[in-house]
């Protein structure tokens, strides 16, 4: 499969993703909206059936994303095919993008359950995401030769056209 087709497969994923998470994050807004939701109590007063309801929505959100992921991935593989596994490396970068949206999306519906203690969820999310960056990091590494071999081609491909261009506006 070309590259073009590639690029046209992920933009169709992309925007599965996009439509999955514009619809999930309506039904969220809508949710907190209603007046009878938000005073609702949930397991306790300190959490309404709304903040409840919007965490569902967060994690059905990072479900739908790290998804998008997952089968972007070959894709990836193929449009950058200079640089090795490189769909693990935007699996990676989209775990991450996840993890930062989770830590604030959750923070409301757990903070309540754990007053004192909030420090342990900082270090979960500090954790699993320096575990993606480093993973993502040494990947990259890993790539270093590839990557520059690339890039080094790139620009003698570019010197070499841009070369001829000048001989021809000497003459």
């Known amino acids: 499969m070309g590259k073009k087709e ?6 169709v ?5 996009l439509v999955a998470l514009f619809t999930l994050f309506a039904m969220g ?3 907190e909206s209603l007046p009878y939701a938000r005073s609702l109590p949930f397991l306790s007063a300190s959490l309404p059936v709304s903040v409840f309801l919007n965490a569902v929505v967060s994690l059905l959100a990072v479900i739908v994303f790290v998804r998008f992921g997952a ?7 193929g449009m950058f ?3 090795p596994e490189a769909g693990r490396l935007g699996r990676s970068l989209v775990k991450i993008l996840a993890l930062m949206f989770s830590y604030y999306a959750f923070q409301e519906a757990i903070f309540p359950f754990i007053a004192g203690f909030e420090w342990v969820y900082q270090s979960v999310f500090l954790g699993f995401t320096l575990f993606f960056v480093v993973r993502a990091g040494l990947q990259i590494y890993g790539s270093s030769e590839e990557i520059s071999r690339f890039l080094i081609g790139a620009l003698r491909q570019g010197t070499q056209a841009a070369a001829p261009a000048a001989k021809d506006k000497a003459e």
């Open 13 to 17: 994923k992309a925007v599965k993703t």
């Open 29 to 31: 807004i809508f949710v």
């Open 81 to 83: 095919s200079f640089m």
């Open 6 to 11: 590639l690029l046209w497969e992920l933009a």
């Open 71 to 77: 089968e972007a991935s070959p894709a990836a593989d």
